[in-house]
């Protein structure tokens, strides 16, 4: 069995959907510390023709802090900017009328924490593009920790009998394939594409496009 094992992120990349169609199931990673400038709660839509990075902002973000823990801060009025910014910016694009009803909805669930909603959107966008891979949450399934970051990927991997661990390319600064095989394990490094937000993605491409990009990958 294929399994990818990640944090979770907002509205992420087309790369990080290619990695969820490439796995028979795929842990979204929420008991680890969060990644302070990283791309949990940002991501990229073009804006008056250019790229614009956008963020959810959150509340007290620390880097000593679980993702699961980090709240989302609803009292700000950043996130209704940014909603009104992604519907005047894409509202000429060609599958705006279907795509922005989705945005909107999981925006409007005002999920407390940042996992909760970076995993919300992922999920969301993953059942409009028809991906069927199962789901599941670290912090809800008990796996054994311990202070070693390889030995912890090893343990959830044997929890749930998977003997395939596919990895973003990004991987390979952290891990060897060596290390993974003495487990019994075959990792493999995934190499996607694109830089912008899924949101800028379906909004310019039919899904049967966006399905048919979900498997331009390479696996290293």
């Known amino acids: 069995m294929r399994t990818a094992i990640m944090q979770p992120y907002f509205c992420p990349y087309i790369g990080y959907f290619q990695l969820v169609a490439s796995v028979d199931l795929f842990i979204f990673y929420d008991d680890v510390a969060f990644i302070k400038g990283g791309w949990i709660n940002r991501n990229k839509i073009i804006s008056g023709g250019k790229e614009h990075l956008f963020t959810i902002p959150l509340a007290d973000a620390s880097s000593f802090k ?25 509202a000429r694009a060609p599958y705006y009328k ?70 973003p390319i990004g991987g ?29 993605v379906c909004m310019n491409r039919s899904i049967d496009e966006v399905k048919e990009s979900l498997g331009n990958y390479t696996l290293i």
């Open 66 to 90: 679980l993702i699961k823990d980090t709240g989302v801060n609803w009292k700000v009025k950043d996130i209704p900017k940014l909603l009104s910014n992604i519907k005047m910016s894409y």
């Open 172 to 200: 390979m600064e952290l891990y060897t394939k060596e290390e993974f095989a003495q487990h019994g394990i075959t990792l493999n490094f995934i190499k996607g594409q694109g830089s912008l937000s899924i949101i800028d």
């Open 98 to 167: 279907e795509v922005f009803p989705i945005v909107e909805d999981i925006f409007s669930r005002r999920q407390e924490t940042i996992s909760q909603m970076a995993i919300d959107s992922v999920m969301t966008f993953s059942q409009y593009l028809g991906i069927g891979t199962q789901f599941k949450v670290s912090s809800q399934e008990g796996y054994t920790r311990t202070d070693d970051r390889l030995q912890n990927l090893v343990n959830i991997l044997n929890t749930e009998k998977s003997d395939h661990y596919i990895n």
